[in-house]
């Protein structure tokens, strides 16, 4: 505490610890921010000397100005003694420029609205198929059982995964996030790293109609994209294919429990309220807690100077509570618009599957609303360790189905 010379009341350097988000209470620290020091540089330990910033308005700014501040450089905090992230200027998500316009423009057909809207039917029958399964089980863990089968199940079909890898691709995917302790979510990572680079070495030898394929086809500069790069935007893909819809799905739920008011409202008027609650949801889960930029020049923001070289780390669920864009933004409301929140991202590194996430989203929560009459917890929910997302590890929960099923529109 005496280290920071901008508060007496709040501990900045306590939004670099896990602890903080496990315990799920890092708003007091954010509003406070927001509203003594939005833009501020201090000592973050073992990730150095960084500027955080608090208030919507600048996030927003930055992430919307690549020509200022780079991705290229890292998007996540690391130990400064673990080096640069092997993803820099490499992937899709950490990389700027003609690369990433040529990565980015590779993929985005997959999750253009046309594709989309060819999916729509098998992953409204998955979904079906997954809250079934959970019924029939009445008590499960809804993040591994309910919320994290649907989008593994799109990667594996824009992957083009054999149905017989399946099980141990999720298996491993299930561990690289979920799994209690930092040593078995690393090794379950090395596996499904692994298993990519046999996978694009067989597609780049018979390509076929899938995204593996599309990503070891792409040529940068006139060559080939490297093998190691290839298998890093597979994973890239994976995880942002998966992490924001599984966390935003059981934070989502876990509100609705704790907001009974809310879950008869979207059990009532599904249709009306559904376009809304998914922004809510994603804007009040905001998975994502925090992202970083490089300055790639001295520039001004919130009335701080920031040298070239200096990393931002932008608070992305502080900005989702910002009054200042939110009206009672504290309040848990399926019905709020406009709802322009920050939970996947903005500018030109604006989640490129964001409409493939709201369809995921919307898909197993109508299938809850048809098919279970009430979600209550029948055992304590564990979140996450991590300062990189936020949510929970475990939601053990109960569904107690409807007498009959109702047909939704």
């Known amino acids: 505490m005496a280290d920071n010379p901008f508060d007496t009341e709040y ?38 000397t960084i500027w955080s910033l608090t208030r919507f308005a600048d996030i927003k700014a930055v992430l919307r100005n690549a020509d200022v501040f780079t991705s290229s450089s890292g998007i996540l905090l690391r130990p400064m003694a673990q080096g ?66 649907l989008p593994l199940e799109v990667v594996w079909t824009f992957f083009d995964i054999p149905t017989n890898d399946r099980a141990a691709v999720t298996g491993w995917s299930m561990d690289a996030f979920c799994a209690a302790t930092a040593v078995e979510r690393s090794i379950a990572h090395l596996e ?61 739920i876990h509100s609705l429990i704790d907001h009974p008011d809310q879950w008869d409202l979207l059990r009532d008027d599904f249709s009306r309220v559904i376009p809304t609650a998914v922004d809510e949801i994603l804007r009040w889960t905001a998975s994502a807690t925090h992202l970083v930029r490089t300055a790639r020049q001295d520039t001004e923001i919130g009335g701080q100077w920031i040298r070239r070289g200096d990393r931002v780390v932008l608070w992305l669920p502080s900005a989702n509570r910002d009054p200042d864009e939110f009206t009672d933004p504290d309040s848990f409301d399926l019905t709020r618009t406009p709802n322009r929140h920050l939970a996947l991202g903005s500018g030109p590194h604006h989640c490129i599957g964001v409409q493939l996430a709201k369809l995921e989203i919307r898909a197993v929560l109508q299938e809850l609303i048809g098919q279970v009459h009430r979600i209550v917890r029948y055992d304590q929910a564990k979140r996450l360790d991590s300062i990189v997302v936020n949510g929970f590890r475990t939601l053990p929960v109960q569904l107690e189905p409807r007498l009959s099923v109702p047909v939704l529109e």
């Open 11 to 48: 501990d900045i350097g306590s939004l670099v610890e896990g602890a903080t988000y496990k315990v799920g209470n890092p708003f007091e620290v954010w509003q406070w921010m927001r509203e003594n020091a939005p833009v501020v540089r201090h000592d973050a330990g073992e990730f150095g």
């Open 84 to 149: 640069d992230d092997p993803g820099s200027n490499r992937t899709l998500a950490l990389s700027d420029d003609s690369r990433h316009a040529t990565l980015r423009t590779a993929v985005a057909g997959w999750f253009a609205p046309r594709n989309l809207r060819l999916l729509e039917e098998s992953m409204s029958t998955a979904a079906r198929i997954v809250v079934s399964d959970a019924v029939s089980k009445s008590r499960v863990d809804f993040v591994t059982e309910v919320a994290a089968r």
């Open 192 to 252: 499904i790293l692994d298993y990519f680079s046999s996978l694009v070495e067989k597609r780049r030898e018979h390509p076929g109609n899938d995204l593996v394929s599309v990503l070891a086809g792409i040529e940068f500069e006139g060559r080939l994209l490297p093998m190691e790069e290839v298998v890093l935007n597979c994973d890239n893909l994976l995880v942002g294919g998966t992490e924001n819809v599984r966390l935003a799905l059981s934070g989502g």
